[in-house]
T-cell receptor, first 114, second 115 residues
């Protein structure tokens, strides 16, 4: 158990809908990262937040947005969902003071868009 | 062309074998090199990391980085059935900058160690 929690574990929804994925980092970790894992693209970095501020951005679609709250939990919002958004979404957190290479991953949320 | 290339396998070996997993990369800005292990239906977990070039050993695992060739390896000695998992190489640039926390992963190699 990494100490990172994600809810829900599974999500099934229809095209065009909007969903919110939630992540709680390990106690004391200020950085939160979101990744998308699919069979064809592998594990892709989406976005990083550090203590409430956006720190780094990957190839995140405009239909996707994220935020980190004062209690450090983070939410990833996916809107206007398409079939191709079906994937595993992972949240990770890392201790501050390191270069961000040591990331602890949660169990993931499996999103299925029908 | 992807920044990080990794042979997806699958790789099947007998228990006790030495396993060699490899990745190549094209971005010379990468400074940190990691290996993550992912069991089925779980999140990746960090196995080892190396900063810049060199070797690092941890028990049965050895990580090697050759920056001149843009090539990294993970060796597993005396492999066990419990090592069966997907192994992902990951890389990142130096601290700071707009890609501070971004890890770039390889596709992952599926390894099965059979008794």
């Amino acid at each position: 158990d990494s100490g990172v929690t994600q809810t829900p574990k599974h999500l099934i929804t229809a095209t065009g809908q909007r969903v919110t994925l939630r992540c709680s980092p390990r106690s004391g970790d200020l950085s939160v990262y979101w990744y998308q894992q699919s069979l064809d693209q592998g594990l892709q970095f989406l976005i990083q937040y550090y203590n409430g501020e956006e720190r780094a951005k990957g190839n995140i679609l405009e239909r996707f947005s994220a935020q980190q709250f004062p209690d450090l939990h983070s939410e990833l919002n996916l809107s206007s969902l398409e079939l191709g958004d079906s994937a595993l979404y992972f949240c990770a957190s890392s201790p501050s003071g390191l270069a961000g290479y040591e990331q602890y991953f949660g169990p993931g949320t499996r999103l299925t868009v029908t | 062309q992807k920044e990080v290339e990794q042979d997806p396998g699958p790789l099947s070996v007998p228990e006790g074998a030495i396993v060699s997993l490899n990745c190549t990369y094209s971005n010379s800005a990468f400074q940190y090199f990691m290996w993550y292990r992912q069991y089925s239906r779980k999140g990746p977990e960090l196995l080892m990391y190396t900063y810049s070039s060199g070797n690092k050993e941890d028990g049965r695992f050895t990580a090697q980085v050759d920056k001149s060739s843009k090539y990294i390896s993970l060796f597993i000695r005396d492999s066990q059935p419990s090592d069966s998992a997907t192994y992902l190489c990951a890389m990142k640039g130096a601290a700071g900058g707009t890609s501070y926390g971004k890890l770039t992963f390889g596709q992952g190699t599926i390894l099965t160690v059979h008794p």
